[in-house]
């Protein structure tokens, strides 16, 4: 008989999980009872059993960040109390938020918990996260979102069971109390997962044809890199400088693990300074992703747009079935629409956060769908997925190169003749005040209710409707409002002002642009020189610099 300890506590301020979880300084979730609290607060929260988790079985994943090691255990003790009958948990809690998604969907548990916060720098002192999937393998709606907030608002006592530490180094299946844990390979149901989608065949043997083709990937020190390693080197026999960073460490070597211009600068100059021809990095958590090739950059909107295009004739999984439907979020670059438009296809536009597009997913609707924050994803699991948008572009790259000899850029340029070409970048101003960036866009907001922007004329832009951004979910009817100011000018630009939900500290400005052409002798153009008018214009509209301070953003992708 295990013995359950009860332990007073109080409810903490702000354990309310925001775009993909509950994202705080390690220092705060190190507090006594804090992250005892969330976990008790997520278990009697799960929607499917009945009184919280009794019975339940979870999959445990994460990208090994520092203090995992701690909450590992907690969750023991917290999901033994609760009458947890399984925990399946990836070796030394390693499983990328993908690779989880899938588990959780192939096991049939009832949900799972990964230990997370994505891109955001680990160690002792950046951030942790704790995030709640639900049995479809996506991240929990906000409907239990809400509900762990409510628990965690109330919350007096901890019921903790009394047991030895567990060690997850060792593959197999351990019993403490009544509940089972089984510690899996957390890489191998993803590889497998991947070899059903791709033709892993066709793409070792574009290797094989094109011998001097390099690819670099780039696993920034977080959980893909196993995986990477296991793809790229073991499955497809690429030498081992085809990878780079791939041992996952607890504080991602110092680095902030974002795939983006910024963050895997490294990845950037090796690929220019070694010519390579395609290279590719993943997060922290191994969702996102960025394209690069040869002098070109494949923004993430393009990304979503080009492998909707080619899915069908490069990829097996949507060979056999088809494409369904196209979802972007709303920030997102329309490129993908038009995809949409010219295969007869539906299309979705969605709020910021994976979770809107599983409900369509679930329902058969959605077959891809990006975010313009280097998500692209597919329903063969409910998260976006790096490797998969990595595997995607290898995928098209041997089947273009078929007939002709074409790189990243070619396939770049081929797109834009088709479809024309949405120029798109964000810029971001991290830790700026919360109360100023509220009043900003409080001050769009009031403006698009009194009904003050339409038809304003700014340099050479008319504004032909300004809202902010609210969305029916066609699913399942609910309503998701004031997901972001949508200023949309006559010429079929966009400027998109938001605040981010993951930022762990003060508030997150996103200024996102879009501006589209069909002229040809643009398309090769560098996007900021582009789109250049149309930023002075949201500067302006948004009084940004006056609000924040700011005269620069942090982040420009
Ligand atoms: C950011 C991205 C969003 C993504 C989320 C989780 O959220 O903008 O697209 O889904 O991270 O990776 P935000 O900080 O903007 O709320
Ligand atoms: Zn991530």
Redesign the pocket.
């Known amino acids: 008989m295990v013995n359950i300890q009860t332990v007073a506590t109080q409810p903490f301020e702000g354990q309310k999980p925001g775009?993909?979880g509950l994202r705080k300084r390690v220092k705060i979730f190190q507090q006594k009872n804090y992250t005892e609290n969330f976990i008790q607060s997520i278990l009697e929260a799960i929607p499917e059993a009945d009184g919280g988790a009794k019975g339940a079985t979870l999959v445990i994943g994460g990208d090994g960040r520092y203090y995992s090691d701690e909450v590992l255990q907690v969750i023991v003790k917290c999901s033994v109390a609760q009458g947890v009958s399984k925990l399946i948990v990836g070796r030394n809690g390693i499983v990328s938020t993908p690779a989880a998604s899938n588990i959780i969907r192939k096991r049939k548990a009832t949900g799972g918990i990964l230990l997370t916060a994505?891109h955001n720098p680990g160690g002792p002192d950046n951030d942790f996260g704790i995030k709640y999937n639900c049995s479809n393998g996506g991240p929990a709606p906000e409907s239990v979102t809400n509900k762990i907030y409510e628990v965690s608002k109330t919350i007096k006592e901890l019921k903790l069971a009394d047991v030895p530490k567990v060690d997850f180094s060792k593959i197999g299946t351990q019993q403490v109390g009544d509940m089972t844990i089984e510690i899996i390979d957390g890489v191998a149901d993803y590889v497998d997962l991947m070899k059903e989608i791709f033709d892993f065949d066709a793409i070792k043997s574009f290797f094989a044809k094109n011998k001097d083709f390099k690819m670099l990937f780039d696993g920034m020190n977080g959980v893909t890199g196993p995986y990477g390693y296991r793809l790229f080197v073991e499955e497809f026999g690429l030498p081992e400088s085809s990878v780079m960073r791939c041992t996952p460490q607890p504080d991602f070597g110092g680095g902030h693990p974002d795939p983006n211009l910024t963050y895997a600068h490294d990845l950037v100059e090796a690929v220019n300074s070694q010519g390579i021809d395609f290279g590719a990095a993943s997060d922290g958590d191994g969702d996102?992703n960025m394209i690069i090739g040869k002098n070109a950059f494949v923004t993430p909107s393009d990304s979503v747009a080009i492998i909707a295009h080619y899915a069908k004739d490069a990829i097996p999984y949507f060979k056999k079935h088809g494409v369904n439907g196209l979802a972007r979020?709303m920030p997102t670059s329309q490129a993908v629409d038009l995809v949409a438009k010219k295969l007869g296809l539906e299309h979705f536009e969605v709020p910021?956060?994976?979770k809107f597009f599983g409900n369509l997913m679930d329902a058969g609707r959605c077959s891809i769908c990006g975010?313009e924050?280097f998500?692209t994803g597919s329903d063969h699991i409910r998260e976006k997925d790096g490797l998969w948008a990595v595997l995607a572009w290898l995928s098209i790259l041997a089947h273009v190169n078929k007939d002709k000899t074409m790189g990243v850029q070619d396939i770049l340029q081929e797109h834009y003749k088709i479809y024309g070409r949405n120029f798109f970048s964000r810029y971001d101003y991290e830790e700026v005040d919360g109360q100023r960036a509220d009043d900003m866009v409080k001050r769009l907001s009031h403006q698009i209710e009194k009904n003050e922007l339409a038809g304003k004329k700014i340099g050479d832009f008319t504004i032909d409707k300004a809202d902010d951004f609210e969305y029916l979910d066609p699913i399942d009817g609910s309503v998701s409002k004031h997901q972001g100011i949508r200023i949309i000018f006559t010429d079929g630009s966009r400027i998109i002002i938001r605040l981010?939900?993951?930022?762990s500290q003060g508030a997150?400005v996103?200024l996102y642009v879009e501006k589209y052409s069909n002229d040809a002798a643009e398309y090769p153009k560098d996007a900021q020189v582009g789109l250049k008018p149309l930023i002075d214009v949201a500067l302006e509209l948004s009084e940004l610099e006056k609000f924040t301070g700011r005269k620069e953003p942090t982040v420009i992708t």
């Open positions: 775009t993909s994505s996102r979020s910021t956060g994976w975010e924050s998500g981010s939900g993951t930022g997150t996103r």
